[in-house]
């Protein structure tokens, strides 16, 4: 079965330091999400993107945050400067169109210290 | 908020009993799905039942959906160790962006 994948699995950055997370959506989806999970809460959305733009953020999607697409496969999320409070699971998810099912990847831990 | 809360919060069977677990959510839905999560890892997709649809099956899982109740339930049958995870349920609401509102999440645990 086709698969959302994830890179890194686990990171860990100072405070103040730029990260990107990258993600491989699955090949023949339109719409792509970035969601997370800070440990033991809900999973939060973040962001979707689609036809090459983003068309929604949550709050927390601040300045801090932007996602591209740059290559036609890979879609990244770039937290500037990261914060402590940065610190949880984030989910990549895409799906192929409206009101289909939405796959997630495994998850990047990014732990910041 | 858009979503309520899956109850019960944490439940714990034995192998080979059935688990039932519900969601409850606010707006109307375009469709709601099941997701499961074993513990740090990936959120894996159980079902998507959409909101002109009463009940689905796959496997050993069953959901339902009652829209004039705005719930759902998720029912695992004959319940294996492997099952051990948390449960959450997912609406699709914002009609045309295809985002997921989550719930809290039942902890399930499957006593051997």
């Given at each position: 079965e086709?698969?959302?994948?994830?890179?890194?699995?686990?990171?860990?950055?100072?405070?103040?330091?730029?990260?990107?997370?990258?993600?491989?959506?699955?090949?023949?989806?339109?719409?792509?999400?970035?969601?997370?999970?800070?440990?033991?809460?809900?999973?939060?959305?973040?962001?979707?993107?689609?036809?090459?733009?983003?068309?929604?953020?949550?709050?927390?999607?601040d300045?801090?945050?932007?996602?591209?697409?740059?290559?036609?496969?890979?879609?990244?999320?770039?937290?500037?400067?990261?914060?402590?409070?940065?610190?949880?699971?984030?989910?990549?998810?895409?799906?192929?169109?409206?009101?289909?099912?939405?796959?997630?990847?495994?998850?990047?831990?990014?732990?910041?210290? | 908020?858009?979503q309520?809360?899956?109850?019960?919060?944490?439940?714990?069977?034995?192998?080979?009993?059935?688990?039932?677990?519900?969601?409850?959510?606010?707006?109307?839905?375009?469709?709601?799905?099941?997701?499961?999560?074993?513990?740090g890892?990936?959120?894996?997709?159980?079902?998507?039942?959409?909101?002109?649809?009463?009940?689905?099956?796959?496997?050993?899982?069953?959901?339902?959906?009652?829209?004039?109740?705005?719930s759902?339930?998720?029912?695992?049958?004959?319940?294996?160790?492997?099952?051990?995870?948390?449960?959450?349920?997912?609406?699709?609401?914002?009609?045309?962006?295809?985002?997921?509102?989550?719930?809290?999440?039942?902890?399930?645990?499957?006593?051997?």
């Amino acid at each position: 079965e086709p698969e959302v994948t994830q890179t890194p699995s686990h990171q860990v950055t100072q405070m103040g330091q730029e990260v990107i997370l990258r993600c491989v959506p699955i090949s023949n989806h339109l719409y792509f999400y970035w969601y997370r999970q800070i440990l033991g809460q809900k999973v939060e959305f973040l962001v979707s993107f689609y036809n090459n733009e983003i068309s929604e953020k949550s709050e927390i999607f601040d300045d801090q945050f932007s996602v591209e697409r740059p290559d036609g496969s890979n879609f990244t999320l770039k937290i500037r400067s990261t914060k402590l409070e940065d610190s949880a699971m984030y989910f990549c998810a895409s799906i192929q169109g409206a009101g289909n099912t939405i796959y997630f990847g495994e998850g990047s831990w990014l732990t910041v210290v | 908020s858009q979503q309520g809360e899956e109850d019960p919060q944490a439940l714990s069977i034995q192998e080979g009993e059935n688990a039932t677990m519900n969601c409850s959510y606010k707006t109307s839905i375009n469709n709601l799905q099941w997701y499961r999560q074993n513990s740090g890892r990936g959120l894996v997709h159980l079902i998507l039942i959409r909101s002109n649809e009463r009940e689905k099956h796959s496997g050993r899982l069953r959901v339902t959906l009652d829209t004039s109740k705005k719930s759902s339930s998720l029912l695992i049958t004959a319940s294996r160790a492997a099952d051990t995870a948390s449960y959450f349920c997912a609406t699709d609401w914002n009609f045309g962006n295809e985002k997921l509102t989550f719930g809290t999440g039942t902890r399930l645990t499957i006593i051997p």
